[in-house]
């Protein structure tokens, strides 16, 4: 089992970047293959990106593709992301998740961290 707290959340003006951070507890966060994902008010969770075990493999929304980068340090059992030219539609409150196996769904996802809150003003 593995828990979750993300951080690094804030209120950044449109063209700003932000990095958040997701420290996960216990000894096997390289086994975990880890996802973030985000909702909106009003909006269902969707996937932004996620990475496996070793960070060889990444995949992106398309919404944030270019834009958006995950990374992960297993070494610090965390991952990042790192938000750069961000628009008003990122607010968002930002979840990082962790799966056994690699997918893009949320249900593929076991665990979850309470979220970070995102706000990009225009």
């Known amino acids: 089992q593995v828990q979750l707290v993300e951080s690094g959340g804030g209120l950044v003006q449109a063209g700003g970047s932000l990095r958040l951070s997701c420290a996960a507890s216990?000894?096997?966060?390289?086994?975990?293959?880890m996802g973030w994902f985000r909702q909106a008010p009003g909006k269902e969770r969707e996937f932004v990106t996620a990475?496996?075990?070793?960070?060889?493999?990444?995949n992106y929304a398309d919404s944030v593709k270019g834009r958006f980068t995950i990374s992960r340090d297993n070494t610090k059992n965390t991952v990042y992301l790192q938000m750069n030219s961000l628009k008003p539609e990122d607010t968002a409150v930002y979840y990082c998740?962790?799966?056994?196996?690699?997918?893009?769904?949320?249900?593929?996802?076991?665990?979850w961290g309470p979220g970070t809150q995102v706000t990009v003003s225009s």
């Open positions: 216990g000894r096997t966060f390289s086994r975990y293959v």
């Open positions: 998740a962790a799966a056994n196996n690699y997918g893009l769904s949320a249900g593929n996802y076991n665990y």
């Open positions: 990475i496996n075990w070793i960070g060889t493999t990444m």
